[in-house]
């Protein structure tokens, strides 16, 4: 097993946890919180689907063998 998928697990929790966030202040402040029990599925639904891609393209930037190879200015362009 390679390092990618521990690292995208551990980043795919926190990055679920603030998307949801972000779906749930939407649903909650917006005129859509008189539908909020229907969109909360939605909302849970969606936070996964941004997640996992968005996890698995971003573990391997968290190596340190990429940071000393590539160095930090070069990922950050």
Same mark, same amino acid.
């Given at each position: 097993m390679s390092?990618?998928?521990p690292l995208a697990a #551990?980043?795919? #929790?926190m990055i679920q946890a603030v998307t949801f966030f972000a779906g749930v202040l939407l649903?909650?402040?917006s005129?859509?919180?008189?539908e909020a029990m229907s969109l909360m599925p939605w909302v849970v639904v969606l936070?996964?689907?941004?997640s996992a891609p968005l996890s698995w393209w971003l573990a391997p930037r968290?190596?340190?063998r990429t940071w %000393? %190879?590539?160095g930090e200015m070069e990922l950050l362009k």
């Open positions: 390092v990618r998928f #551990m980043l795919f #929790m649903v909650l402040l005129p859509l919180s008189r936070s996964v689907a941004v968290l190596r340190a %000393r %190879r590539e």
